[in-house]
């Protein structure tokens, strides 16, 4: 929550709200917690559902600013190839394009070395990634 813009009061408010039964998986915790910040806040709760921290990944012959990703990740957000994403890495940010890839596990994210070094990342940190519509 905090990674998509909620404050810390308003992350506790909804943690505190949400009471996940046992065997909960994490996409449906993840519509509960949408749910509740739409109670908060409905732009948060957009860029809730539309962020996800994903591992960066190294692939040398990918071209600046542009990243692939699996291609059921592309569909569960309703994106295009071509489209927009905004990565993030502690205090730095870039703008990309995604690209399906079946090579790539959902939680990945295939980055060229230039867009690694860019954002201060090396391969294997987990980068938070907001689809753009």
Do not use: C
């Not at 509960?32 to 921290?53: H, I, P, W």
């Not at 542009?66 to 489209?83: I, R």
């Not at 959902?106 to 938070?128: F, H, Q, T």
Request: glycine share 6%; hydrophobic share 40%; aromatic share 2%.
């Amino acid at each position: 929550m905090r990674k998509a813009g909620a404050s810390d009061e308003t992350a506790r408010k909804v943690a505190e709200r949400i009471q996940p039964p046992e065997g909960t998986t994490t996409d449906e915790l993840r519509k509960m917690v949408s749910q509740e910040l739409k109670r908060e806040n409905e732009a948060l709760s957009g860029a809730y559902a539309s962020t996800r921290r994903l591992r960066a990944r190294a692939a040398s012959d990918l071209a600046e600013g542009v990243v692939l990703l699996h291609e059921e990740l592309l569909k569960k957000h309703g994106l295009q190839s071509g489209q927009l994403a905004h990565v993030v890495h502690m205090d730095r940010m870039a703008d990309v394009h995604v690209k399906p890839a079946e090579s790539a596990k959902p939680a990945e994210i295939w980055m060229s070395k230039s867009d690694l070094d860019r954002l201060g990342a090396s391969e294997g940190s987990r980068v938070n990634v907001r689809f753009k519509a």
